[in-house]
């Protein structure tokens, strides 16, 4: 139980275009979803909270307009990066986590490439 | 605020070894604890957890006991095999009620038979 899925599992994109990213629960509602990223060798940084039906809670930092999280069901978020730069080449994780539960179930992750 | 400090990698042992990975950590309140491992290009497995004080998660002959007098929680496995080789990342979820984590900066460990 508890599997979290995303899509792709990776992506090369060019220059400016934009990036859709899935996370689903499977076999569970999430009623909070999170978001990482993580460069080469380090640990994941917490790009977003969302919870079901309301709007993202981004970490300071972390450009909200640059990085368009919908949290439009217990079951799905999406992370789009919007003309995306080479710079936002990452790997992104997303997390879901029940109602007042106190772990997250983490995604097998989205390579990105921009070119 | 709330921080985990884990031990620089990376490591590298020999097949059979006995491995310990320090993890120590800071919380305001009652934090429960994780060790995760994540393999070359996936994403993060948990490995085992602890949600109190005295707690000892356990799973696939790894061990780690929550220790609050000495705020830690210590990775052990008795004898390593060449596919624990990956990175191994303490976690606590600060339970105060945003349920976030906070990673340690991760300890990659490499195994040789």
């Known amino acids: 139980g508890a599997v979290v899925s995303q899509h792709p599992s990776w992506v090369i994109c060019k220059s400016g275009t934009s990036v859709k990213i899935e996370c689903r629960s499977l076999?569970?509602?999430?009623?909070?979803m999170f978001w990482y990223r993580q460069f080469p060798k380090q640990s994941l940084m917490l790009m977003a909270t969302?919870?079901?039906?309301?709007?993202?809670?981004?970490e300071q930092g972390v450009e909200k307009d640059k990085f368009l999280i919908n949290h439009a069901s217990l079951t799905l978020s999406t992370l789009t990066v919007t003309s995306a730069h080479p710079e936002d080449s990452s790997f992104y994780i997303c997390?879901?986590?029940?109602?007042?539960?106190?772990?997250?179930?983490f995604g097998p992750g989205t390579r990105l490439t921009v070119l | 605020g709330d921080s985990v400090t884990q031990m620089e990698g990376p490591v590298t042992l020999s097949e059979e070894a006995f491995l310990t990975i320090n993890c120590t950590y800071t919380?305001?309140?009652?934090?429960?604890l994780f060790w995760y491992v994540q393999y070359p290009g996936e994403g993060l497995q948990l490995l085992l957890k602890?949600?109190?004080?005295?707690d000892k998660g356990s799973n696939k002959g790894f061990e780690a006991t929550y220790r609050k007098e000495t705020t830690s929680f210590h990775l052990e496995k008795g004898s390593v095999q060449v596919s624990d080789s990956a990175v191994y990342f303490c976690?606590?979820?600060?339970?105060?009620?945003?349920?976030?984590?906070?990673f340690g900066t991760g300890t990659r460990l490499k195994v040789l038979a």
């Open positions: 976690a606590l979820s600060d339970g105060g009620g945003t349920y976030k984590y906070i």
């Open positions: 997390s879901a986590s029940l109602l007042r539960a106190n772990e997250q179930f």
């Open positions: 919380a305001t309140g009652y934090p429960s």
């Open positions: 076999d569970f509602q999430a009623t909070t």
């Open positions: 602890a949600t109190k004080a005295d």
């Open positions: 969302s919870n079901e039906g309301s709007k993202a809670t981004y």
